[in-house]
């Protein structure tokens, strides 16, 4: 008797989880990203340091190649501003009415006086990336998403002072919205966007999924999903990936040789274990460096380029051209690397990038789950905006720097734009997990996604716990 009881949970299990996704199929709200057309060229500002129920996506939008913008308002009545959409970060911060030209500040800024909800500190706020910071107050205040859904007091940073943010153009950031985790807070006590979104009932869970779609698309072209995700964007099935924690003294990442247990979540982080760069046949391999142990690979979608150990980014350059040159920022360390004759050295070449995770956190399996990039999102027009008429372009991967690989204790893998426009992404604060899956963004080659079956649901948060009372509930039964 005890024998059956699995199979029955089971289909309880089957039910509720098919349930789940078609409740969740009618509450999603889908609203485009914006792309445009890149009137500035090459700026280094690329940064290396920083379910079910009902779901809203938001506007995003990409300028000068290297941003995706998120419009929201703040306040009483909303103020509405363009934001960094930042998965490497996790503030999230606005220009202040205080800050003046003078401070290098973006246009728009928050009238302060305007808000009836604005509740104002005295405690200092303060992040610095790569190649820019923002400083000020912090303070709480109303965020109204898509017009009409109202989350209130948020934590903000109204910024005084910032750097690397200004632009004359209306169409530019006036921020950053960090999506990343309470361990990149400077008090990690306080909640993040995404838990005070959970908290205010805006959504059910602190689950958000992001589509950028390819780079040569401009106009509304993407969305980000909150609360969940759902499959239009999506070839193929979606699978999950453990997400990597830091050691809270060290920052050193725990994966691999070094994994253990405990630690804090800090980046969307997930381990990678290899990285093959493959003729368009899918047969023939141009090159495939060797890694010893996991590597920990940052998905961030706030920068531009991905950033990869300096030997293996000029490995694989050398296998496109030879025509290249690094550059510098004020004459320091290499910032990213120019093709020169472009279509030149992109001729006749259609040559595929897989980047390679492993399912475990500890060690490298057959398990694997790939993104796999075509060469034509690996390299950006640096003088038009199009592959097809620039004679420069950026080349995709960039050296990671040796303050940022020392910082997290190896040398690890941060893919950017260059590397996410080509998946779709669910990111999972509850299960603490990653889904990767194939965008459907016309480039989908067989092959990408995973080699094996694994969790394809709406709500994969849901069945996990799912899963784990059919376990506890088979075992003690049967015992």
């Not at 996704?21 to 290396?48: G, M």
């Not at 999506?179 to 959970?198: K, N, S, Y």
């Not at 509304?220 to 990597?244: A, K, M, N, S, W």
């Not at 990038?353 to 399996?365: M, N, P, R």
Request: hydrophobic fraction near 35%; aromatic fraction near 10%; glycine fraction near 8%.
């Amino acid at each position: 008797m005890h024998t059956l009881i699995p199979a029955v949970l089971y289909f309880s299990l089957t039910t509720v989880t098919a349930k789940a996704q078609q409740e969740s199929n009618t509450s999603l709200l889908r609203l485009p990203i914006y792309h445009v057309k890149n009137d500035e060229h090459f700026r280094s500002n690329n940064k290396q340091g920083k379910r079910d129920g009902a779901s809203i996506s938001m506007p995003l939008f990409t300028a000068n190649s290297r941003e995706y913008l998120i419009e929201i308002g703040i306040g009483s009545p909303p103020q509405k501003f363009n934001l960094t959409l930042d998965t490497g970060s996790s503030d999230l911060w606005v220009t202040s009415s205080k800050c003046s030209k003078s401070s290098n500040c973006p246009n728009t800024k928050f009238s302060e006086s305007k808000s009836s909800t604005l509740n104002q500190t005295n405690t200092g706020f303060e992040i610095q990336y790569g190649s820019g910071s923002a400083k000020g107050k912090v303070a709480y205040d109303t965020i109204t998403l898509s017009d009409h859904y109202v989350s209130p007091d948020h934590r903000i940073g109204l910024a005084s002072t910032t750097q690397g943010f200004a632009s004359t153009s209306d169409r530019t950031t006036s921020g950053v919205l960090g999506l990343a985790f309470q361990g990149l807070l400077r008090d990690p006590t306080e909640a993040t966007f995404m838990v005070d979104l959970v908290k205010n009932k805006v959504i059910n869970e602190p689950v958000f999924s992001i589509y950028l779609n390819r780079q040569g698309e401009y106009g509304y072209t993407g969305e980000i999903v909150l609360g969940g995700y759902e499959t239009d964007r999506l070839v193929g099935d979606l699978q999950f990936l453990p997400l990597v924690t830091y050691d809270s003294s060290t920052g050193r990442a725990l994966i691999g040789r070094s994994h253990q247990q405990g630690g804090i979540y800090k980046y969307w982080t997930v381990p990678g274990q290899a990285l093959r760069v493959y003729h368009n046949d899918q047969q023939t391999i141009v090159y495939e460096p060797q890694f010893e142990d996991l590597q920990p690979a940052i998905l961030d979608s706030g920068t531009t380029l991905s950033y990869l150990p300096k030997n293996i980014v000029l490995s694989i350059l050398k296998t496109i051209t030879s025509e290249y040159e690094p550059l510098k920022l004020n004459g320091g360390d290499i910032q990213a690397y120019q093709i020169n004759h472009c279509q030149r050295a992109l001729e006749n070449k259609t040559m595929l990038f897989d980047f390679e995770f492993s399912s475990s956190a500890l060690t490298k399996c057959d398990q694997k789950v790939l993104i796999r990039v075509p060469l034509n999102e690996l390299v950006l027009p640096q003088n038009t905006n199009d592959l097809k008429t620039a004679t420069t372009c950026l080349f995709g991967l960039a050296p990671l720097s040796n303050a940022f690989a020392s910082s997290i204790g190896s040398s690890g893998w941060i893919l950017g734009q260059t590397v996410l426009r080509s998946a779709y992404v669910v990111h999972d604060m509850l299960g603490f997990q990653v889904g990767v899956g194939a965008a459907a963004n016309g480039y989908y080659v067989e092959g990408s996604g995973s080699t094996s079956n694994g969790l394809n649901t709406k709500n994969s948060s849901q069945s996990k716990r799912l899963v784990i009372i059919f376990l506890f509930l088979s075992f003690f039964l049967i015992s």
